[in-house]
């Protein structure tokens, strides 16, 4: 299950105050969910929400889905979201966000940014298609919403930033979550049994 999140890296810290933050980390592909973001962030801003809404990451030129960089300065243009490219210190990005988000609806392997969120005590939304679902448990350390769903992924999204005591208990048992099931050493011992059974 993924090579394992190093929780001590990948630390809590307190939500910033000011204007919220919403991120989503990922390579810049459609399959992302990378435009149902920037819809769901052009709604809420359109409508007078006090939010942010970031991109964090890269294209994939040689992806067929990969999101023009065009199109991601034109959105970044429109004011709707920011695009930060790759971030190396990923703890910092998280950190910075009060929610974190990724809308893929593609079948994914173990998103391990989503890992890293839940162990920095970040909500999570996100769809609930393969690998997603295995990190986050619906109405626990986060919200599944139906697949390709813009506006179960909004409300959810609003709910969240609307209560910042549902947030930071998402965010403790998204930690638990973690250091339980998908740490560094938890993953290294399961990694060890498999090859001691094979050996024997």
Known sequence: RGAGVDTALFSPK??????????LPSR???????EEFVVCARNMINNGRSVRFALVGEPDPHNPGSVPVEQLQTWVKEGVVEWWGRCKNMPDVFHQSSVVCLPSFYGEGLPKALMEAASCERPIVTYDVPGC???????????????KDAIA????????????????????????????????ERIASETLQVWEEVLS
């Open 153 to 184: 992924l909004q409300e959810a999204i609003e709910k969240l930033l609307g209560d910042v005591d549902l947030c930071a208990r998402f965010g403790k048992a998204g930690r638990e979550l973690v250091i339980k099931e998908f740490s560094q």
């Open 28 to 34: 810049m592909l459609w399959e992302k969910g990378v």
């Open 133 to 147: 679902r295995e990190a986050v448990i619906n109405n626990v350390n986060g919200f599944l919403v139906p697949k």
């Open 14 to 23: 307190p939500v910033p105050s000011g204007t919220p933050l919403v991120v």
